[in-house]
């Protein structure tokens, strides 16, 4: 009987779920401090690979085609996995990594989200009448 490869092997076993992501435009030495905040997060809804989900809704809001004002919604399911299509929240999960980080790693994904900041302030509208206390990504008019 021919002996399998380990490769054989390797590729007939699942998924873990504890495999690292790599987000697309930032070093490796990023995403690991990334993961390593996502693996140690007790709350429920930060789970590994939630990083890289909020950037991704983040980006897709920014970058939506036309040259209209945008407006976020609210999420229609509060879920950890729906209520990343809230784009506000979305921003405040990358806040919470963004905090986190180390000072290096702090820094680079701010360089990445910096262009993505300017876009949303661009398009979207201030709404005069929010709550100081939100942050600003929360000050901006919503879809009703």
Partial sequence: MPRRSPGALRAEQPPTKSSRSHIRGISS??????????????????????????????????????????????????????????????RDLLEFVLRKLPKRAHSELHRHLAPLDELYLRRTLPNPFADLDHP?????????
């Fill in 29 to 90: 030495g990023t995403c690991h401090a990334i993961h390593l905040i996502e693996r140690r997060s007790r709350n429920a809804a930060h789970s590994v690979g939630f990083t890289a989900i909020a950037l991704d809704k983040y980006e897709r809001f920014v970058r939506t085609g036309g040259y209209g004002a945008l407006f976020p919604a609210n999420a229609a399911c509060l879920c950890p996995g729906c209520d990343l299509d809230d784009v506000r929240h979305a």
């Fill in 136 to 144: 600003w990504w929360h000050r901006r008019f919503e879809a009703d």
